[in-house]
């Protein structure tokens, strides 16, 4: 199952902003889980992951990591970037 993770911190203006549509995506996805982690409150999820901005984006398969990295808060890249994986995963 692909993963999709997004690291924010819910001090941050832009994640509060990002998440609703963040968790919209998860109905366009529904063969990939939608997790928001919040990089204060599960620090122990998110241990050393790196973060360097926001919204951070991490896409895995299993132990795979497909993606990992700091998105503009666009939700159009996002997606775009989802139906690439999937195309490339043969889903």
Avoid at 27 to 56: M, S, Y
């Amino acid at each position: 199952m692909v993963v999709v993770s997004c690291l924010c911190a819910e001090w941050c203006d832009t994640c509060v902003d990002y998440r609703p549509g963040f968790l919209a995506l998860a109905q366009k996805f529904p063969d990939a889980q939608f997790r928001w982690i919040d990089i204060e409150d599960q620090a122990d999820e998110v241990g050393d992951l790196e973060v360097e901005n926001f919204p951070t984006i991490r896409v895995t398969r299993g132990s795979e990591v497909l993606f990992h990295g700091t998105q503009l808060p666009i939700h159009a890249h996002l997606e775009r970037l989802l139906e690439e994986l999937f195309a490339r995963q043969g889903k």
